[in-house]
């Protein structure tokens, strides 16, 4: 669900990844000050006047801050003073490294498991084909800054901690160039079990 | 046994071949596009994992919005595809203000007799329209005339009795009790609205009164703590369901989490009737992002249906548009929208 956090920082007002492009902040601005215009009929019963105005204020500051390379520097400097997370802007490219797996890693975990080659990737086996490449939780939180509350949550399968798929897709195709699986593989069948989750939720929960 | 062979006998009506000669090619042509659709249909519902014996059919609920906002013509059209396509279909009429989906599908209305609106009226009718694999149930005597609720009750248990493939509920513009259990009891929840202010705003009304009835209404914990802490908030600081789960964090961590999954697990159906500008199929995505942000909803855009005189014209002649105007815009919608719909479920049972 989207949650108040998911405005705590300017690109979760605007709802765009912290490496967006200038493009992308552009875009995503105009869409959402069109969507919560006060006028707008898909806020009419949804949002008080008094709050669309305030939200649509709240876009244009993050739209005016990061549409600008100068403040956006200054304003990732004080949010990520660990440096930012993203890959994806292109003075960054240089410096980052990708997440790739140790050298002793086997080529195939799936196969050195004894594992069928098509057999689900989940939380479970994803913890063990971290076991078989010799990675840490600790290494995998340090090379990609994914928090080890959510790496755990994800070995776990504890849907329910875990963020916005938005975000638990970036996650996982991260941790996939870590342990030699395939990404796509990985997203698919972990968010495959993520639906499954939803829908068994939902079904439990059918009459209330 | 493949689709095709499921496939129902056409209904007379299509098979009639033209008489006059140069109406012939017209009339050929439009047959081809249509079986070319239906084929694509076909192989669609084909890839859906139908079991030979379904332990429970597919429920899919018309709901919300206003009256007018065309879930009645649009339950009876989708129930009509799907059992063209060879599915065992009934459609059910719940709707408590009296709908007609009877109207929409060529069928007689349930005449009252006095005495019906005084003794109980007996069990709820189902009844098959002739050459279709197509069923409609309804209560025995016309809603909005008196204490509908069980009657209403009967029928939406006669409807799941009947061991279809899939059963179509019109709930009608309400947001009583029996409407939203039944709405958020169905495998897909389909909000019809048509793009004005009056209908987004009773829409939204439907889909908080929905939400909140799925967080909180029962008797089991994570419910009753909801409740407890919503009835102390004197001065509204609680205003949407991420102040609630913030609230209930401190107090109750397990009752959050419940809470939080409720309302992730809501997926309800957007769909946008009577569109007449290009603005307005686009609102339906607007409205799954908005509600997302305001309501922390993960809604699903069904997409926009034409505006039509079809569906006027085919209403006025009580006859089922699908089958009076088989290559309408309107027609095209409808199915686009069953096929976007069918997709959306497909996955999920897939997964499920």
């Given at each position: 669900?989207?949650?108040?956090?998911?405005?705590?920082?300017?690109?979760?007002?605007?709802?765009?990844?912290?490496?967006?492009?200038?493009?992308?902040?552009?875009?995503?601005?105009?869409?959402?000050?069109?969507?919560?215009?006060?006028?707008?009929m898909?806020?009419y019963?949804?949002?008080?006047?008094?709050?669309?105005?305030?939200?649509?204020?709240?876009?244009?500051?993050?739209?005016?801050?990061?549409?600008?390379?100068?403040?956006?520097?200054?304003?990732?400097?004080?949010?990520?003073?660990?440096?930012?997370?993203?890959?994806?802007?292109?003075?960054?490219?240089?410096?980052?490294?990708?997440?790739?797996?140790?050298?002793?890693?086997?080529?195939?975990?799936?196969?050195?498991?004894?594992?069928?080659?098509?057999?689900?990737?989940?939380?479970?086996?994803?913890?063990?084909?971290?076991?078989?490449?010799?990675?840490?939780?600790?290494?995998?939180?340090?090379?990609?800054?994914?928090?080890?509350?959510?790496?755990?949550?994800?070995?776990?399968?504890?849907?329910?901690?875990?963020?916005?798929?938005?975000?638990?897709?970036?996650?996982?195709?991260?941790?996939?160039?870590?342990?030699?699986?395939?990404?796509?593989?990985?997203?698919?069948?972990?968010?495959?079990?993520?639906?499954?989750?939803?829908?068994?939720?939902?079904?439990?929960?059918?009459?209330? | 046994?493949?689709?095709?062979?499921?496939?129902?006998?056409?209904?007379?009506?299509?098979?009639?071949?033209?008489?006059?000669?140069?109406?012939?090619?017209?009339?050929?042509?439009?047959?081809?596009?249509?079986?070319?659709?239906?084929?694509?249909?076909?192989?669609?519902?084909?890839?859906?994992?139908?079991?030979?014996?379904?332990?429970?059919?597919?429920?899919?609920?018309?709901?919300?919005?206003k009256?007018?906002a065309?879930?009645?013509?649009?339950?009876?059209?989708?129930?009509?595809?799907?059992?063209?396509?060879?599915?065992?279909?009934?459609?059910?009429?719940?709707?408590?203000?009296?709908?007609?989906?009877?109207?929409?599908?060529?069928?007689?209305?349930?005449?009252?007799?006095?005495?019906?609106?005084?003794?109980?009226?007996?069990?709820?009718?189902?009844?098959?329209?002739?050459?279709?694999?197509?069923?409609?149930?309804?209560?025995?005597?016309?809603?909005?005339?008196?204490?509908?609720?069980?009657?209403?009750?009967?029928?939406?248990?006669?409807?799941?009795?009947?061991?279809?493939?899939?059963?179509?509920?019109?709930?009608?513009?309400?947001?009583?009790?029996?409407?939203?259990?039944?709405?958020?009891?169905?495998?897909?929840?389909?909000?019809?609205v048509l793009p004005e202010p009056v209908a987004v705003e009773?829409?939204?009304?439907?889909?908080?009164?929905?939400?909140?009835?799925?967080?909180?209404?029962?008797?089991?914990?994570?419910?009753?703590?909801?409740?407890?802490?919503?009835?102390?908030?004197?001065?509204?600081?609680?205003?949407?369901?991420?102040?609630?789960?913030?609230?209930?964090?401190?107090?109750?961590?397990?009752?959050?989490?419940?809470?939080?999954?409720?309302?992730?697990?809501?997926?309800?159906?957007?769909?946008?009737?009577k569109?007449?500008?290009?603005?307005d199929?686009?609102m339906?995505?607007?409205?799954?992002?908005?509600?997302?942000?305001?309501?922390?909803?993960?809604?699903?855009?069904?997409?926009?249906?034409?505006?039509?005189?079809?569906?006027?014209?085919?209403?006025?002649?009580?006859?089922?548009?699908?089958?009076?105007?088989?290559?309408?815009?309107?027609?095209?919608?409808?199915?686009?929208?069953?096929?976007?719909?069918?997709?959306?479920?497909?996955?999920?049972?897939?997964?499920?």
């Amino acid at each position: 669900m989207h949650h108040r956090d998911d405005d705590a920082n300017l690109y979760g007002v605007l709802e765009v990844d912290p490496g967006a492009t200038e493009d992308e902040i552009r875009r995503a601005y105009k869409r959402l000050s069109t969507l919560f215009d006060p006028n707008s009929m898909v806020v009419y019963g949804l949002y008080r006047l008094a709050e669309a105005q305030r939200l649509g204020e709240r876009l244009r500051l993050a739209y005016e801050t990061l549409v600008d390379p100068e403040k956006r520097r200054g304003y990732d400097r004080q949010l990520y003073p660990q440096g930012h997370p993203s890959l994806r802007r292109a003075d960054q490219r240089v410096a980052s490294v990708p997440p790739t797996p140790r050298p002793d890693a086997p080529a195939d975990p799936i196969a050195a498991l004894g594992l069928a080659e098509d057999t689900p990737l989940t939380g479970e086996v994803l913890a063990k084909v971290r076991q078989v490449c010799h990675v840490t939780l600790e290494e995998i939180a340090d090379r990609t800054k994914i928090p080890m509350f959510t790496l755990r949550c994800i070995e776990g399968d504890q849907f329910a901690d875990l963020p916005a798929p938005v975000y638990l897709k970036g996650f996982l195709k991260q941790i996939a160039g870590m342990l030699n699986l395939s990404p796509d593989q990985l997203v698919a069948d972990y968010m495959g079990a993520y639906s499954a989750w939803e829908i068994e939720s939902a079904r439990n929960k059918r009459w209330g | 046994m493949s689709q095709r062979d499921a496939a129902p006998d056409p209904p007379d009506e299509l098979a009639a071949a033209p008489t006059a000669t140069d109406e012939e090619t017209i009339d050929v042509e439009e047959a081809d596009d249509e079986q070319d659709l239906s084929q694509e249909l076909s192989s669609l519902v084909g890839e859906i994992p139908w079991t030979d014996q379904p332990t429970e059919p597919l429920v899919i609920a018309f709901a919300g919005g206003k009256g007018g906002a065309g879930r009645s013509l649009l339950a009876a059209n989708v129930g009509l595809l799907l059992s063209r396509l060879g599915r065992e279909v009934v459609v059910a009429d719940l709707d408590p203000g009296g709908s007609n989906l009877h109207t929409y599908l060529g069928l007689e209305p349930i005449l009252p007799t006095p005495g019906s609106l005084l003794r109980q009226p007996g069990p709820p009718r189902i009844e098959r329209l002739s050459g279709t694999h197509l069923s409609l149930c309804r209560p025995p005597r016309p809603m909005g005339t008196g204490a509908d609720d069980p009657l209403r009750a009967e029928a939406l248990q006669a409807a799941l009795d009947t061991a279809s493939d899939v059963v179509i509920l019109d709930l009608g513009a309400q947001a009583d009790p029996l409407t939203l259990d039944t709405y958020l009891a169905a495998d897909a929840g389909i909000v019809v609205v048509l793009p004005e202010p009056v209908a987004v705003e009773r829409s939204y009304a439907f889909l908080r009164a929905a939400l909140y009835r799925r967080l909180m209404h029962g008797d089991d914990e994570p419910a009753v703590v909801a409740r407890a802490l919503l009835a102390a908030d004197q001065v509204g600081q609680l205003d949407t369901p991420a102040d609630l789960v913030d609230a209930l964090e401190g107090v109750h961590p397990n009752a959050a989490a419940a809470i939080r999954a409720r309302v992730m697990a809501f997926n309800p159906k957007i769909l946008i009737n009577k569109c007449r500008a290009r603005a307005d199929r686009d609102m339906g995505a607007g409205m799954v992002s908005a509600v997302g942000r305001r309501l922390g909803i993960n809604a699903e855009d069904l997409g926009g249906v034409e505006y039509d005189d079809a569906a006027w014209e085919a209403t006025r002649r009580r006859r089922p548009l699908l089958l009076e105007y088989p290559g309408s815009t309107l027609g095209n919608d409808v199915e686009r929208m069953a096929r976007r719909l069918l997709a959306l479920v497909g996955a999920r049972e897939l997964r499920g």
